[in-house]
């Protein structure tokens, strides 16, 4: 058993902490030695900090010890978590998976890390994601490409690569990552794990290094469906650090797993299934559905007309803002400074020349341009038009149904360099992800089969904004009918 700590889910472990069972640094231990095991291979780490982790599991231990009444602890005393790189991690440095912040150590932490230390967690370090989350792969991150445990051929899907890469691979109990379009969801169906978006506003981004502050969440990446929720109970609610965060009440998202969905209504949208998907995501969806009808939920049609316009509009909106937000890293403030430049104009151009990878580079050009006198009616503004529409489509859809079903993304895990080259086939794996960050709604994606080459499949279930119960109770439903939550990758036979 001690060996195999590692493998636990969150609430496993938490109830073996409890009975004294186990201990935090036992439980800590078998995590960083699985890390060494197997993180040569996959590569989900940008920075680890064990000494750190494991004075945090003494304290947690220490709790534990001193505590009778064990109903009043903190849900996530001991339990080893790890943090996607755009989260600010006292103590850890924040590259954001860029060379423009190599060795940037953060003056202040983000308040969900904040919060996940109150809740008890142990932080284990930080994973590797696309440079500033833009990606679908991490092939952009400035250090190294994250490998997708179920085939280290294949990419781990992106930008939270790192952080869903470590959650299967039992590198941590779970993990947190960021989503602007869908980079905790698809890289949580690329590596067979459960992976939320939360509704915007649910969850302080304050302390998060901003990508496109319209649209980015932090979400949870899990094991299964409970400690998803474990994990967002943990981080949600209003912070004041945070103007765009909600003062709505926090429930209990482990107490709506109640596993009944009779009479839930679920929509199924027509425009979700698309030519040039494969064709097994959509056969292991439509199955999921079926299972989730023969559970007692009632299947509806629906029409989400103007998704088609979700991509194209997300690629004006998302660089917009990347271009206005990316404008602080100047030489001057913090981060890298170009060493020969001697003008001040040298040291902007130059620090960013040499700091920034291809693809931010490619965002911030196509944002400031879309943003330019003359250009702006043309592309920002008619952008967001079209985003009310997506969003009045989700609000019409949510009159019928309670909870969306369709595939996460169209495609399992592709080979690490396929599409590397192509910016525009790599944008289009969240073609199905990207709409709910502009409606502002929530959705998860969990396990719901394999293709045939054994790489997971995930289901997206979308909800409207604070529907999270909902959503939760659904997934939880499902995953409580299925065992694709219990299979993990082989790491020894590759
Ligand atoms: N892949 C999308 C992009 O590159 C989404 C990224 C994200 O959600 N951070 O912008």
Not at 386 to 404: G, M, N, S, Y
């Amino acid at each position: 058993m001690a060996n195999d700590l590692h493998t636990l889910t969150i609430h496993e472990a938490a109830d073996l902490l409890r009975s004294g069972a186990i201990s935090s640094v036992a439980l800590t231990e078998a995590v960083l030695e699985r890390i060494v095991a197997v993180d040569n291979d996959v590569k989900a780490y940008l920075a680890l900090t064990p000494e750190a982790a494991l004075a945090d599991a003494a304290a947690a231990d220490a709790t534990l010890a001193a505590t009778d009444d064990r109903a009043t602890l903190p849900a996530l005393l001991g339990i080893p978590l790890a943090i996607k790189d755009v989260l600010m991690v006292e103590g850890m440095p924040t590259t954001c998976g860029s060379r423009i912040l190599e060795n940037f150590m953060p003056p202040y932490e983000a308040t969900a890390v904040g919060k996940l230390r109150a809740a008890g967690a142990v932080i284990l370090g930080k994973t590797n994601t696309d440079e500033f989350a833009m990606g679908s792969s991490t092939e952009n991150s400035a250090y190294f490409t994250t490998h997708n445990p179920w085939d280290l051929t294949r990419v781990p899907g992106g930008s939270s690569g790192g952080s869903a890469a470590a959650v299967a691979s039992d590198q941590c109990l779970g993990a947190f990552g960021t989503d602007t379009g869908g980079s905790v969801r698809q890289p949580a169906s690329l590596c067979g794990v459960v992976g939320m978006k939360p509704t915007y506003g649910r969850v302080s981004r304050y302390g998060l290094v901003a990508f496109a502050s319209s649209l980015d969440q932090i979400g949870p990446l899990a094991k299964d469906v409970t400690d998803a929720a474990l994990l967002l109970n943990a981080v949600a609610g209003y912070d004041p650090r945070d103007s765009t965060s909600m003062n709505v009440s926090v429930p209990d998202y482990r107490a709506a797993l109640t596993g009944d969905v009779r009479g839930l209504r679920i929509g199924v949208p027509r425009e979700y299934f698309i030519d040039g998907m494969q064709p097994e995501v959509e056969q292991a969806v439509r199955t999921a559905i079926d299972a989730l009808a023969a559970l007692g939920a009632e299947v509806v049609e629906i029409s989400l007309p103007n998704t088609e316009h979700a991509l194209p509009v997300y690629y004006l909106v998302a660089p917009a803002e990347a271009s206005a937000n990316l404008a602080r890293y100047d030489g001057v403030r913090y981060g890298l400074r170009h060493p020969d430049a001697e003008t001040m104009w040298q040291g902007y151009t130059m620090t960013r020349g040499a700091g920034f990878g291809p693809e931010v580079k490619r965002r911030i050009m196509l944002g400031t341009y879309a943003l330019s006198a003359g250009y702006y009616d043309a592309y920002y503004l008619k952008a967001q038009q079209v985003r009310t529409l997506l969003k009045q489509d989700f609000e019409r859809a949510f009159e019928r149904v309670d909870v969306i079903a369709c595939p996460t993304s169209p495609t399992t895990a592709f080979r690490i360099g396929e599409k590397a080259d192509d910016p525009l086939s790599m944008y289009l794996a969240d073609v199905f992800t990207l709409s709910l960050n502009l409606a502002g709604n929530c959705g998860l994606s969990l396990p719901c089969g394999f293709d045939e080459a054994g790489l997971p499949i995930g289901l997206q279930l979308i909800g409207p904004a604070f529907g999270e119960e909902t959503v939760l109770r659904a997934a939880h439903a499902y995953e409580q009918a299925t065992d694709w939550h219990r299979q993990r990758p082989d790491l020894r036979a590759q």
